[in-house]
Antibody, heavy 118, light 107 residues
Framework: EVQLVESGGGLVQSGGSQRLSCAASGFTFSNYDMTWVRQAPGKGLEWVSA????????YYADSVRGRFTISRDNSKNTLYLQMISLRAEDTAVYYCAQRGSSWHFDNWGQGVLVTVSS | EIVMTQSPATLSVSPGERATLSCRAS??????LAWYQQKPGQAPRLLIY???ARATGIPVRFSGSGSGTEFTLTISSLQSEDFAVYYCQQYNSWPLTFGGGTKVEIK
């Protein structure tokens, strides 16, 4: 069974930094592209960033480019999202998700809340 | 960026009735479209990919259709567990984008 477990959320001040982790199990992590999607309170889904299986290629939404960095450690079966210069509008539940046969997302974690206080 | 617009924002349907949800893209593409269901407090769940292929374990009452700029999710006979928010997502080009969602509520 595929499991994705996010951690690292919490309360952070505006301008601060946070690193999210997503621990993967139940599949061969190194074979799969991965992504982060976020959801502000009461709002819809917003794609944030993606990374290919070997980590060679990364993609970002304009809203986070230059502030967020996606990475992975295939030896630890873990996906990361390093966030700097956080803003109030970054407050959201952050989900990691596993890419399917194309860039749709077959499996999702339960999400982790990041709250940026001003 | 491809902007995805879903309509209606809220759909009131009685159990057993048919629900038709719309997703319109600002640019045309063939079939790189997915639909997700999200219930309160839960992560999204993939329903449909490739515009019309059901994901593993998804009941046959869910069907997807469309291409170009117009896509549709149809739930043939709503069950109590289907009342939720539904999102479309295009993966034809970067950045990946989601629609704003349609909430299906009990009439």
């Amino acid at each position: 069974e595929v499991q994705l477990v996010e951690s690292g959320g919490g309360l952070v001040q505006s301008g601060g930094s946070q690193r999210l982790s997503c621990a993967a199990s139940g599949f061969t992590f190194s074979n799969y592209d991965m992504t982060w999607v976020r959801q502000a309170p009461g709002k819809g889904l917003e794609w944030v960033s993606a990374i290919t299986s070997g980590g060679r290629s990364t993609y970002y939404a304009d809203s986070v480019r230059g502030r967020f960095t996606i990475s992975r450690d295939n030896s630890k079966n873990t996906l990361y999202l390093q966030m700097i210069s956080l803003r109030a509008e970054d407050t959201a539940v952050y989900y990691c998700a596993q890419r399917g046969s194309s860039w749709h997302f077959d499996n999702w974690g339960q999400g982790v809340l990041v709250t940026v206080s001003s | 960026e491809i902007v995805m617009t879903q309509s209606p924002a809220t759909l009131s349907v009685s159990p057993g009735e048919r629900a038709t949800l719309s997703c319109r893209a600002s640019q045309s593409f063939s079939s790189n479209l997915a639909w997700y269901q999200q219930k309160p407090g839960q992560a999204p769940r993939l329903l449909i990919y490739g515009a019309s292929a059901r994901a593993t374990g998804i009941p046959v009452r869910f069907s997807g259709s469309g291409s170009g700029t117009e896509f549709t999710l149809t739930i043939s006979s709503l069950q109590s567990e289907d009342f939720a928010v539904y999102y479309c997502q295009q993966y034809n080009s970067w950045p990946l984008t989601f629609g704003g969602g349609t909430k299906v509520e009990i009439k």
